[in-house]
């Protein structure tokens, strides 16, 4: 029996999924997403650098080189909106041999024919000016003021907090396992929690796209995971660069990166290596290698004794362009395939061209009377000034009960996070950052399990770092 | 804001032997800020024997021996504890500004001491490479977990690095009934006490494998193996000998590294390496009257040597506020 109809289902809860479901949710229409992970973002979100990239390195006529361009404007409409931690700081593509500036050329060139706004090739004199960081070898760089950061996984629950807002539903832990057209129009789809209808399908599912459109008789695509192994540094060296630092592109991705995150921390990397497995998140010695060869060249200060954490992250690749198509011969069926770099930026211009495939494709797009564009904002005690803590601390007590020390994180922001929605402690980590610095969880995870236990009444041996089977501890014994 | 004669920050046996000893030797006006909600620090969950030899010339656990210094400093009334008490800045001024619930204050100190501790060294700061489970652990997180919690970790574990941690450890998983699989460690020999190594491996017949490492950890949601490799005297892996052994837990003791950050934002010149303040005699530092003792100044072995040069930074810190008259 059919557990809920809707207009449109959307399959995947990343940055690209929440972004066209908060789009839809401007529109009178039943919206659901079905996520197969515990929460939002765990899946290739979670490891995305946060770079918002101004356009450039992206062929030109390509979808990925339009979608990003836009998507760069849109970001900074759609973060004032939610409240998410967009700046902007600019990036540089570095140059260290003559013949190297030609090719800075033509990227300025093929990145100006996109649209990409205020690039300028900088001299040795401009680059000891604005980022003495980098290697005296730096001859000339590529700049373009209009890269920016923000957090991957707050924004994508930002989007969902706001698109849940405006009526879309979402479903956790609820992996679709098939699909089925209707001869008499429309979709029913099998999920971990039962069976739904719905009259339209996306297919946002990241390195999953392959698949669930297979389950539809779509099958010209095949995601291929291209893994990057990342290394984030300690936030004492926030002010490592003033910009995202880039190599030259290579033929597979942007290179190895000195970026600058929304949470203070520097971060080097990521590799690009194409793997079968699509859960294959571990990393390597020859990865940390590779990463700290690459960027030492570039910026000598980088000292591997500053890193404090690394992960892996799986770019869901298929071919060299996105894939984001009405499929005819599935008629309501649309694709959203090979998000990979720069899907981030492009989500808000996915979402709008999403929303414009299926009007095209008769659903109805009707105003809601009333769209809740903002969100209440959230406080990270790290992120503001201590004049702010004070007057904060006064008004809620728990402002001035610090559980993560490394990162400065209050109980009281952990127990907005579970409110919000975090049932895990990646959870709350990706949310508040707390267990994420120096100590990694050393000093806090005791606490902060205790707080989501007291806060959601799960017993401390139910909670998981991740979901499914990550519990962290196996027996309580305080009652025997 | 509020000026005391003497802020200590760190309310374990480091700052509460300072505070004692300030006190005796002249000081009358001290401040305690400690973060946990009870004096202590890590001593707390340190419930096996072997504290206090050399200071009180006793066996005591870890509780016990905090609970002297706890009981010493609730008799003089001259010391302040402000417990639950988070320093979150500290300027070359000796300028403090601390978070409690309900309340940011800021203190202005005449002479400082710092015993804010060591924290371990991470899984992340020795490059592991493999999968990111639930089931990996600090080891002295684990040890909070079954002794303050009462949470049992895991069922099998392998314990990496045979510091003292580790290996009390090793015995405390054995008697809570979880299986401890071996230790491994990456030396000729372990860097614990001895009399660690056979009461708490020996005595249960746990292996331990020296001249060895954790390749890789593997698992998806939790542990499920490490891959274990043989390595030279350079630490250079001998292809050929891996192997691998099933476990769900992975304890991590790899060493401390003494916890500076609040001196480091102070401009006090610090050891990149050590992390520690660079000085030249017992507890000092760059910055006149700002003491640092305890094993934020060096990792020690031993609580009773923590004590004994903390007794110093104490007569330090009293001889700088009578300078200042």
């Given at each position: 029996m059919s557990q809920g109809n809707y207009d449109v289902v959307i399959v995947g809860g990343g940055v690209a999924g929440s972004s066209i479901a908060r789009e839809l949710s401007r529109y009178k229409l039943r919206i659901a997403l079905f996520e197969?992970?515990?929460?939002?973002?765990?899946?290739?979100?979670?490891?995305?650098?946060g770079i918002i990239h101004p356009g450039t390195q992206n062929p030109p006529n390509s979808l990925k080189g339009k979608l990003c361009v836009l998507g760069n404007k849109l970001t900074r409409k759609i973060s004032k909106e939610l409240g998410v931690d967009f700046k902007e700081v600019g990036s540089l593509i570095v140059a260290f041999e003559r013949d190297e500036i030609a090719k800075l050329k033509r990227i300025k060139k093929e990145a100006e024919v996109l649209g990409v706004p205020k690039l300028k090739i900088v001299d040795r004199a401009w680059i000891k000016a604005n980022e003495p960081s980098l290697s005296d070898k730096v001859i000339a760089a590529l700049y373009a003021p209009t890269t920016g950061i923000i957090s991957p996984y707050r924004l994508v629950y930002d989007l969902s907090e706001n698109a849940k807002r405006n009526g879309v539903e979402f479903y956790t832990e609820s992996e679709v396992l098939n699909i089925k057209r209707i001869s008499s129009g429309g979709f029913e789809i099998a999920t971990k929690k039962g069976l739904f209808n719905s009259r339209y399908v996306v297919n946002a599912?990241?390195?999953h796209a392959d698949d669930i459109s297979k389950m539809v008789g779509v099958d010209d695509f095949k995601i291929t995971p291209r893994k990057g192994e990342e290394f984030l540094l300690d936030k004492k060296r926030r002010y490592l660069t003033n910009h995202v630092i880039f190599p030259l592109p290579t033929k597979t991705s942007k290179g190895v990166l000195v970026i600058k995150t929304a949470d203070g921390n520097p971060m080097i990397g990521p590799t690009a290596e194409d793997i079968d497995d699509k859960e294959d998140l571990s990393t390597s010695d020859k990865g940390l290698s590779t990463v700290l060869h690459s960027v030492q060249r570039i910026v000598p200060s980088i000292d591997g004794n500053d890193i404090i954490a690394y992960f892996a992250g799986l770019r869901p690749a298929s071919g060299h362009d996105f894939i984001i198509r009405h499929e005819k011969k599935v008629s309501g069926f649309v694709n959203v395939a090979?998000?990979?770099?720069p899907g981030l930026t492009a989500a808000p211009a996915i979402a709008l061209m999403v929303s414009d495939i299926l009007k095209k494709n008769g659903l109805s797009l009707k105003k809601k009377i009333l769209f809740h564009k903002h969100r209440k904002t959230e406080v990270h005690l790290f992120d503001i000034p201590l004049s702010k803590t004070r007057s904060l601390i006064k008004k809620d007590a728990g402002y001035g009960d610090v559980v993560c020390r490394c990162e400065m994180v209050s109980a009281k922001e952990i127990k907005d996070a579970i409110s919000r929605g975090a049932k895990t402690l990646d959870g709350i980590k990706f949310r508040t950052r707390a267990q994420a610095g120096r100590c990694h969880g050393g000093f806090c995870t005791s606490r902060i399990m205790k707080i989501l236990s007291e806060e959601t009444g799960q017993p401390l041996t139910e909670i998981t770092k991740r979901g499914h089977g990550s519990n962290i501890v196996e027996k309580d014994r305080s009652n025997d | 804001m509020i000026e005391r004669d003497l802020v200590i920050v760190g309310g374990g046996p480091a700052g509460m032997t300072a505070a004692v000893s300030a006190h005796k030797n002249g000081a009358k006006d001290i401040l305690i800020l400690e973060r946990d909600q009870r004096l202590g620090g890590i001593l707390n969950q340190c419930i096996h024997t072997g504290f206090g030899l050399n200071y009180f010339k006793e066996i005591l656990t870890g509780p016990e021996y905090a609970d002297r210094f706890i009981k010493k400093v609730a008799d003089i009334p001259e010391i302040e504890v402000s417990l639950m008490s988070f320093v979150v800045d500290l300027t070359k001024d000796k300028t403090l500004t601390y978070l409690k619930p309900g309340v940011m204050e800021v203190v202005k100190a005449k002479t400082l001491i710092m015993a804010t501790g060591c924290r371990e060294k991470t899984r992340e700061m020795v490059h592991i490479a493999g999968t990111r489970p639930a089931g990996v652990f600090p080891a002295g997180l684990a040890q909070k977990l079954i002794n303050i919690e009462g949470l049992l970790p895991g069922k099998e574990a392998v314990i990496v690095g045979s510091g003292d941690i580790g290996l009390i450890m090793a015995r405390r998983f054995t008697l809570e009934g979880a299986k401890v699989k071996c230790v491994i460690e990456i030396q000729k020999q372990s860097r614990g006490l001895i009399r660690n190594i056979v009461q708490c491996l020996d005595d249960f017949d746990i292996p331990i494998y020296y001249c060895h490492k954790i390749s890789k950890i593997y698992g998806k949601d939790r542990v499920e193996k490490v891959g274990v490799i043989k390595v030279d005297e350079n630490f250079i892996e001998l292809p050929g000998t891996e192997f691998e052994i099933e476990c769900d837990t992975v304890l991590i003791s790899v060493g401390l590294i003494p916890e500076n950050e609040l001196i480091e934002m102070a401009g006090v010149a610090m050891d990149r390496k050590t992390n520690a303040p660079i000085s030249h005699e017992v507890n000092k530092t760059s910055i006149p009257g700002l003491f640092v003792c305890g094993n934020a100044f060096k990792v020690y072995d031993l609580a009773d040597s923590v004590s004994r040069d903390s007794e110093k930074a104490g007569v330090l810190a009293a001889e700088y506020l009578k300078g200042l008259k």
């Open positions: 197969k992970e515990v929460e939002v973002a765990f899946g290739v979100s979670k490891s995305n650098s599912a990241g390195l090979g998000i990979q770099s | -």
